[in-house]
């Protein structure tokens, strides 16, 4: 089965930029995998950032965005802020009615 | 305001049989895909089921496949998860999110809270 793989985890400096990505075990992502990304902190639910590779959420600003680096599906976090510390989830779209999430990110921010 | 609100979740012994429920409110039910969700204590994100809007079409995980049956009543609003035989691997929260269609396809949200359930003799 293939796997979803995400950075275990990123640390970034308050005001920098961070890229975090989602690949396949097999093969490439492209926006046929319908790439979405969720942000999680502790205790919460996740709250969508992202969906079909680069549409932001309703309240996402626009630092937040998303797109196809290569072969991988990407979120870039600019000017990151002390409450962007979160996991950070994407989910692909594997047809036949099949999605996969990966095994997120941890962003710490420091 | 749109809502999900999942119940049912509790402590069962390995082998046994729990049925999780999902009360949406907010938005026409009927309409929209529907999935369940589940994340183990500390763990990620794993996508267990989804159906479609009227209930004719299910697919499932790998690791759930054959165990787990998702439905739902339309009248009612409410999504469902069957869960048998039930395995220690499988607990976790179980929360259920409304999928997208057409340009938000591939979107889920919202989320509801969640409900434990926790596999343990």
């Known amino acids: 089965q293939t796997v979803v793989t995400q950075e275990p985890s990123c640390s970034v400096s308050p005001g920098g930029t961070v890229t975090l990505t989602c690949g396949l075990s097999?093969?490439?992502?492209?926006?046929?995998?319908?790439p979405s990304w969720y942000q999680q902190t502790p205790g919460q639910v996740p709250r969508t950032l992202i969906y079909?590779?680069?549409t932001r959420s309703s309240g996402v600003p626009d630092r937040i965005s998303g797109s196809i680096l290569g072969n991988k599906a990407a979120l870039t976090i600019t000017g990151a802020q002390a409450d962007d510390e979160s996991d950070y989830y994407c989910?692909?779209?594997?047809?036949?009615?099949?999605?996969?999430f990966g095994g997120g990110t941890k962003l710490t921010v420091l | 305001e749109v809502q999900l609100v999942e119940s049912g979740g509790g402590l069962v012994q390995p082998g046994g049989s729990l049925r999780l429920s999902c009360a949406a409110s907010?938005?026409?039910?009927?309409?929209?895909?529907m999935h369940w969700v589940r994340q183990a204590p500390g763990k990620g994100l794993v996508w267990v089921s989804r159906?479609?809007?009227?209930?004719?079409?299910?697919h499932y995980a790998d690791s759930v496949k054959g165990r787990f049956t998702i439905s739902r009543d339309n009248a009612k609003n409410t999504l469902y998860l069957q869960m048998n035989s039930l395995r220690g691997e499988d607990t976790a929260v179980y929360h259920c999110?409304?999928?997208?269609?057409?340009?938000?396809?591939?979107?889920?949200?919202?989320w509801g809270q969640g409900t434990l359930v926790t596999v343990s003799s």
């Open positions: 999110a409304r999928g997208g269609s057409g340009r938000t396809w591939g979107l889920f949200d919202p």
């Open positions: 907010g938005f026409t039910f009927s309409s929209h895909w």
């Open positions: 159906i479609n809007s009227d209930g004719t079409g299910t």
């Open positions: 097999s093969g490439s992502v492209s926006t046929s995998y319908y």
């Open positions: 079909s590779t680069n």
């Open positions: 989910v692909l779209y594997m047809g036949n009615g099949i999605w996969v």
